[in-house]
Nanobody, 114 residues
Framework: QVQLVESGGGLVQPGGSLKLSCAAS????????MNWYRQAPGKQRELVAG?????STNYADSVKGRFTISRGNAMVYLQMNSLNAEDTAVYYC??????????WGQGTQVTVSS
């Protein structure tokens, strides 16, 4: 069993920055592919960024150059810069074990507004 707890969301002005954190605990989290997803109102949940246990990363085109995912010590982070209104969503941490099992956190709200 894997437990994921996100933190760091909040209200930020356009152009601002936030850093999300995900505390991961449980069996074999160190080998999981860790992802950040987001879901905006009325939209489907989408993959924002992912990182393997070896540090390989991938990003959605909409966040490339602005967001950075990192991991270490059972934590996963998402540094978000140059935020805009389209980044407003609930952000979820996800642990994926090669498609066999997938675990989700409860989500943290990010609101970008002036």
């Amino acid at each position: 069993q894997v437990q994921l707890v996100e933190s760091g969301g909040g209200l930020v002005q356009p152009g601002g920055s936030l850093k999300l954190s995900c505390a991961a605990s449980g069996s074999a989290v160190n080998i999981a592919i860790m992802n950040w997803y987001r879901q905006a109102p009325g939209k489907q949940r989408e993959l924002v960024a992912g990182i393997t246990n070896r540090g390989s990363t991938n990003y959605a085109d909409s966040v490339k150059g602005r967001f950075t995912i990192s991991r270490g010590n059972a934590m996963v982070y998402l540094q978000m810069n140059s935020l805009n209104a389209e980044d407003t969503a609930v952000y979820y941490c996800n642990a994926n074990f090669g498609g066999l099992q997938s675990y989700w956190g409860q989500g943290t709200q990010v609101t970008v507004s002036s």
